[in-house]
């Protein structure tokens, strides 16, 4: 099969997998113990850590493992509104982008249910956080800021700096989802200015089932987790292999972030105009403009044409595509990112989304580009019939 779906995740390269299985054979000790083993892993984890952290322009010591980012999103989130409400039991207002990964948007209605006023942020046509509307909505209530950095349905890229800006002048909390952007562009949390942020291995080639998040040292916070220690963000044996392949597959992803993202920059133009030269070319959703748009997702949709039936014709056909968030996939709702923006539900049941990675190249397209074309002509065809 063809795979363009690296948005969802990632196969594991071999750097990280040959990491993972040294460790996992050598160092098995438990890293929370005081035995010779246990030290052995630990040390492991702190070297891991410090990789990670490197490549966030941060500290060791601010940089938390958790089992991906889906929980370091619901753990932070809850950990830094426990801190505020420590401070200020009144406040209880909360700005979430619309768009956010579906984790994000399930601790909102969670929050939403024990009493928290969530409010959803007006967007760009291109999918971006509208500034002047932020700066309205922002109130001396206002507990949290939740945006993530580079979008996973549309690629585009939210103004997180220029939000947490406004944000420190009001003394709100900013969270910054960064799964979709960590290993691909330049990320450095203190430029950033948030207070947390999350990212995960599986999107740059590392192992399913381990992420990491930053806490700034200047955000007041509280373990989600009442039994355990005021220094430790989450309880629980730590997943040493998996931690070390993760650092294995960050260390890649950084060493060859510039090189890759001109190549994919490239690859998705080539994309963009095979798609146009179709006889039934689709709509490309996002950003106009390349400064605000990933070019490791290109979001599209052909007009009257099901995104679910596509997926699974083009399954057929050998090519795997998505129709938006793995997280969502499944359950028969439209589209998140395009109701946001005002569509249709029937432009929303068309979204489909391409995303590329190291095993994609600019000598395949018009092999898939045909594939698809087959699909959308038949469907086509078939329509004018009746």
Excluded at 2 to 22: C, G, R, V, W
Excluded at 258 to 264: G, K, Q, T
């Amino acid at each position: 099969m063809i795979y363009l779906d690296y948005a969802a995740t990632t196969p594991m390269s071999e750097q990280a997998l040959s990491t993972y299985t040294k460790v996992a054979r050598e160092y098995y000790g438990n890293a929370n113990s005081l035995h010779e083993e246990g030290t052995r892993a630990q040390q492991i984890v702190t070297a891991s850590k410090q990789v990670i952290a490197q490549s966030l322009g941060a500290s060791a010591r601010h940089v938390h493992f958790v089992s991906g980012a889906t929980e370091g999103n619901f753990l932070t989130i809850y950990s830094l509104l426990e801190s505020v409400k420590k401070q200020d039991s009144s406040i209880n207002h909360i700005l979430c982008s619309p768009i956010e990964h579906d984790s994000v948007l399930r601790v909102m209605n969670r929050l939403k249910k024990q009493g928290w006023e969530i409010e959803y942020l007006p967007l760009l046509a291109d999918g971006r956080v509208c500034i002047d509307q932020l700066k309205e909505r922002c109130t001396t209530s206002t507990a949290l800021i939740a945006v993530q950095l580079v979008n996973s349905e549309l690629g585009t890229y939210e103004p997180v700096e220029e939000i947490a800006q406004i944000a420190r002048e009001m003394d709100i909390k900013v969270h910054c989802d960064a799964v979709q952007a960590f290993g691909k562009i330049p990320i450095d949390v203190h430029s950033l200015g948030v207070h947390s942020l999350s990212i995960s291995a599986h999107k740059i080639y590392g192992p399913q089932g381990i992420g990491a998040v930053w806490l700034s040292p200047h955000a007041e916070w509280s373990g989600f987790f009442p039994s355990s220690s005021s220094k430790k963000f989450r309880p629980g044996t730590l997943a040493v292999p998996s931690i070390a392949a993760f650092a294995a597959a960050a260390r890649e992803a950084i060493d060859g972030m510039d090189a890759e993202l001109i190549r994919i920059q490239h690859l998705r133009e080539a994309w963009v105009k095979a798609l146009h030269d179709m006889p039934n070319p689709p709509i490309i959703e996002g950003a106009d403009e390349t400064s605000h748009q990933s070019p490791y997702i290109l979001g599209l949709r052909f007009p009257g044409l099901e995104g679910q039936f596509l997926m699974l014709e083009c399954d057929q056909a050998g090519v795997g595509i998505s129709t938006g968030s793995a997280c969502q996939s499944g359950m028969d709702e439209t589209n998140v990112s395009m109701k946001a923006l005002g569509k249709s539900e029937q432009e929303a049941r068309e979204f489909v989304r391409l995303s590329f990675g190291k095993g994609h190249y600019v000598e395949e397209i018009p092999q898939i580009i045909e594939e698809i074309r087959t699909i959308v002509d038949r469907h086509y065809s078939h329509k004018s019939i009746f």
